[in-house]
């Protein structure tokens, strides 16, 4: 019976990164091309970060139209917990982008990160009891 291999050829390792370009980077950083992961590193840490800060208006805007319709105690509590929310993103995002492969994306790494949690924290202050 014949066994199966992986080629090692490296023609067939950059195929496979621009596959992976398709869906995630991590293939290609993990056959040592972060050139063909992130072929425009600034280009694309520019758009990531343009994302995040378009949910992160998004979040802000949320955030102030929930707090408006609040009692006192209650904009305390939001309070409270949105500004220990920031630092335990804040530190998650960094801690990610600390431990991961590093290489020319790791900026936009972090910034999917930032964006995706911002999203999530969104949908949870919209949800907050005796918000309007």
């Known amino acids: 019976?014949?066994?199966?291999?992986?080629?090692?050829?490296?023609l067939?390792?950059?195929?496979?990164?621009?596959l992976a370009l398709l869906g995630a980077t991590?293939?290609?950083l993990a056959q040592g091309s972060p050139a063909l992961a992130c072929p425009e590193p600034e280009a694309v840490a520019d758009e990531a970060?343009?994302?995040?800060?378009?949910?992160d208006a998004t979040l802000h805007l949320s955030y102030g139209r929930v707090m408006e319709g609040l009692s006192v105690e209650a904009r305390a509590v939001l309070r409270k917990e949105q500004r220990s929310w920031l630092a335990q993103r804040d530190a998650q995002c960094q801690a990610a982008l600390l431990s991961g492969p590093g290489g020319a994306c790791a900026q936009r790494e972090f910034h999917?990160?930032?964006?995706?949690?911002?999203q999530r924290r969104t949908a949870v202050v919209r949800a907050w009891p005796g918000s309007p």
């Open 49 to 55: 970060r343009r994302r995040f800060q378009a949910a």
């Open 26 to 28: 991590g293939l290609c």
């Open 1 to 10: 019976m014949r066994r199966m291999t992986t080629p090692t050829h490296p």
């Open 112 to 118: 999917v990160c930032l964006e995706q949690l911002t």
């Open 12 to 18: 067939f390792a950059r195929a496979l990164c621009l």
